[in-house]
DNA sequence: CCAAAAGTGTTCGAACTACACCCATGT
DNA sequence: ACATGGGTGTAGTTCGAACACTTTTGG
């Protein structure tokens, strides 16, 4: 690749669609919002923006997610570039999607409803424009790859949880059901959570146990050579 | 992320790095050319070439790989988009980086000495320019990640190989050793390499037997659920 | 005959799976 | 008192890891 003398080289509109997943205790959800105007009016769509010159993609993805959540400093990965020729109905435009790791609690419902945005189960899927279905396929399927050898999971559950609603966040992941005593048992010989005196009684008359996934005990175990599996 | 109407976004040279990656035998190849001029003269760089308005970036991928190897339908998998502003020295270039899986043997030396082109080992390499040297190691680790559960690594050898040719192989690809008895049995046990009788004699003096895999065999496999594991 | 690489089975332990009952509490 | 979800232990099986010697043949 030459250095300097691009000109006689095309350049394109890049643009950013991030898949901001969330889980609600009971779903895992993806954040959408419903096209007000025609074209593709009543569509969904990601949340999504374009590159600009002053930053860089990374720093993009960031932005367009601060800028539609109003939240910061939240965990992000690149998906990877979308470029098919017409992918977009209007010019050409080539889109790198990333996906987010969000605590729901910390978004803003007004800001939401300011972008006509909502939280949507990833299992019903509406309809949605472009390829941005597969965008969410594709970045699902790296959270299940990745979910099973870092702890990522815990970025979409509130600081304090209980082991029912952890064991439902993995088989929504997973897509699959897990037995209990078995899960259990794995995540307390781990030693990367503390569990705490104080009860969750939202969901049951007998109450939870909360846990914090203790992320110094994790890194003093991941320096030790320990690999995190689940 | 609307539609038409995109005049007053930024615009951007948007260029493909290939990642070839080849196997002699003995070693796990990448393929780079050595700039002969200035600036970053001597450095080594990955072989790229720009996204063009009439082609997709899956489609410039393959074009810029075929341009300079003379070699078509090869497996190809995008790695990713590198977008930091000042990657490039130039002016702002995206890229986005495509790993490929070739057999050696199909590559013109001719070719390859026209574009200063040289297979250099994946563990020593050179000085390399901008971020060629994070996707390499990007690509690497998808290639381990992808090689454990598809049958990818065959792509990377001549259609008969032998079982000390495959294990040097994965042994490359994971970076570690692997237990030769172990490593027949897992294979055999698959079901998916056909063994011939004819053999090897370039490596010993014994000979191995050749063997080839058989993709009829594995997909039948697939569809009844199996799932390949190394 | 010897060097050099190919080929071959068994044993042990760790990790995963399956599985059923009691507990605590709010209504 | 009962319905609801939370919490606990064991036994059986499977899979991966470790391990050493014989075979072939060209030089």
Redesign the interface.
Known sequence: ??????QE???????I?CIILGFNGKDLDVLLYKRKFE??KGLW??M???????????E?AARVLADCSGIDHVYME?V??????HR?????????AYYALVNMNNFNPDMLEAHNAQWVKVSELPELIFDHEQMIKDALAILR?KAAVQPIGFKLLPERFTMPQLQRLYELIYRTTLDKRNFRKKLCAMDILEKLDEKDKSSSKRGAHYYVFNREKYNKLLQQGYYFSL
């Open positions: 690749m030459p250095v300097a003398f691009y080289e095309e350049r394109f509109y890049v643009a669609d074209p593709m769509s990601l999504g923006g374009f590159v600009r010159a002053n930053e860089s993609v990374d993009a690149q990877g570039a979308y470029g098919e020729i977009d109905l209007g010019e050409r435009v080539i889109s790198i790859r």
